[in-house]
């Protein structure tokens, strides 16, 4: 589900990011910036298009039965107003890390986040990057973790307004001083700590889940981190140029 509210955050966020990606990048030998980041920015729009048209009323729908039946974790807890989106912001971002993780554990899932993995250049628009298969399943998934949770709509919409920034600027090619980046991932996934996530060495790939909060590594023990200037993106076994176009990315799950 598209809010308005959210898409304008977004696209301000990812003008943020390429401008500052164009000041200050960390990686500077990229080819081919503006087709990559094109056909990333496409993708992203055919998933929103899809997404919105085929999945914003039954969310709705979801949403609205979980708040009449109040059913949800957070209902029972007996929480105030102001305790309870506390909770439940902390909740949906746990629920954000497990299913980050389980799409690396299992196959069929990986099949399609790979698509995400793949892209040999990561920049803030690989967080655009993700198949319509994986955003599918993804959104079936909601509709049921949402009313078990009993996250309010203006809630869910919070944290789509605070993740899309999140994500746009922890993928991006911005050369943040080490320094600063340190304190950053003390409390949120920062840049470095996520490049790791995109190396091509399965150990360091399959570590760093989290999206908005970093300390679900910690407390998970998935957190890794390492110098990142030698650090090599994608996929060893996608490295073709073939993978690389649009009709790549969208064949790479059953390749």
């Known amino acids: 589900m598209i809010d308005s509210r959210a898409f304008l955050v977004q696209l301000v966020a990812l003008g943020a990011c390429l401008w500052g990606e164009s000041l200050a990048p960390l990686f500077m030998d990229r080819k081919e910036r503006l087709l990559h980041v094109a056909r990333n920015i496409t993708i992203g729009l055919m998933n929103g298009v899809v997404l919105t048209i085929g999945f914003s009323g039954l969310l709705l729908s979801s949403i609205q039965w979980g708040q009449l039946h109040r059913i949800g974790l957070l209902y029972q807890l007996g929480l105030s107003p102001g305790a309870q989106r506390v909770v439940g ?10 299913w980050h993780r389980a799409n690396h ?3 069929l899932f990986w099949r399609f986040h790979r698509v995400h993995h ?4 990561l920049d803030t628009t690989t967080a655009l990057r993700f198949h319509i ?5 993804s959104t079936l998934l909601r509709l049921a973790v949402i009313p078990l949770l009993g996250i309010a709509l203006k809630d869910l919409v919070l944290y789509e307004m605070i993740l899309e920034p999140v994500i746009l600027f ?3 090619n911005i050369a943040l001083p080490e320094s600063l980046d340190r304190w950053v991932r003390l409390l949120v996934v920062s840049p470095n700590m996520h490049r790791v996530h995109h190396s091509d060495i399965p150990v360091e790939t399959n570590s760093n889940y989290a999206s908005i909060f970093s300390f679900w590594d910690r407390l998970l023990w998935t957190y890794r981190q ?4 030698t650090v090599q993106f994608g996929l060893k076994e996608f490295r073709d140029p073939r993978w690389e176009t649009l009709g790549g990315i969208l064949t790479l799950p059953v390749a």
Do not use: C, I, K, T
């Open 105 to 107: 554990r299992l196959p």
């Open 226 to 229: 390492r110098e990142v200037a």
């Open 170 to 172: 922890h993928h991006s």
């Open 89 to 98: 912001f902390l909740a949906f971002d746990l629920w954000m890390y497990l």
């Open 133 to 137: 298969g994986e955003m599918l399943l």
């Open 118 to 121: 793949a892209d040999p250049a």
